[in-house]
């Protein structure tokens, strides 16, 4: 069955230092991959999509993913994390289901906090 | 901009009401979902909906039904709220490209 693993359920920072968020996925064909973000009290905000093509795929606020097939990989990474990068982080997988429809599993979610 | 909005970003109910949650979105999209975010087990998506009059069953529909009588809207219904649908609720929409765009969500107590 297809899923998305976040094997990290919360994560602390140092202001400035890189961040790299982990996500595995299990998918039989070429998965489309997403991140997401979600600030306190609020929807979810996409960062970045991978469909096809470059596996290293740039997104918002400077973050940046790379999809790795032969480890079923898609890992969300920032050189130098802001304070206001403290929020919840999901990444998704689509799953066709009918036509042009597709639905999105996620992962369960990782908590950033940043440190001053 | 993609626009999602959410009838209410708060909301109380007692045991046994019938809630409606309502969305909409400004995109014409075509795909429109509803999830609950529970701490821990992450967005699960309870109904969604490929078309006006069409619904689709997620991963968790038990206990809700779905109404979309126009493109730009969906409602999820609580027929008789329960304690353990106390949850936040995120509607989203897409079209073609599988991207979601996601309302504020309503985060719903039953007490």
């Known amino acids: 069955a297809q899923s998305v693993t976040q094997p990290d359920i919360h994560i602390t920072v140092s202001e400035g230092a890189s961040l790299e968020l982990r996500c595995n996925y299990s998918y039989g064909a070429t998965p489309y991959l997403f991140w997401y973000v979600q600030s306190p009290g609020q929807g979810l905000q996409l960062l970045l999509k991978y469909f096809s093509g470059d596996t290293l795929v740039q997104g918002i606020k400077g973050f940046e993913a790379e999809f790795k097939r032969s480890q079923s990989s898609f890992n969300l990474r920032k050189p130098s994390v802001h304070w206001s990068d403290a929020a919840e982080y999901f990444c998704?997988?689509?799953?066709?289901?009918?036509?042009?429809?597709?639905?999105?599993?996620f992962g369960q979610g990782t908590t950033l906090q940043v440190k001053p | 901009d993609v626009k999602v909005t959410q009838s209410s970003r708060y909301l109380v109910k007692r045991t046994g009401e019938k809630v409606f949650l309502e969305c909409v979105q400004d995109m014409d999209h075509e795909n429109m979902f509803w999830y609950r975010q529970d701490p821990g087990l992450g967005l699960r998506l309870i109904y969604f909906?490929?078309?006006?009059?069409?619904?689709e069953k997620g991963d968790i529909p038990e206990g809700y039904s779905v109404s979309r009588e126009k493109k730009e809207r969906f409602s999820l219904i609580l027929e008789s709220a329960s304690t353990n649908q106390t949850s936040m609720y995120l509607c989203?929409?897409?079209?073609?490209?599988?991207?979601?765009?996601f309302g504020p969500g309503t985060r719903l107590t039953v007490t």
């Open positions: 989203a929409s897409s079209s073609q490209g599988n991207e979601q765009y």
């Open positions: 998704a997988v689509a799953l066709r289901v009918s036509g042009n429809t597709g639905k999105l599993i």
């Open positions: 909906s490929y078309d006006v009059k069409m619904k």
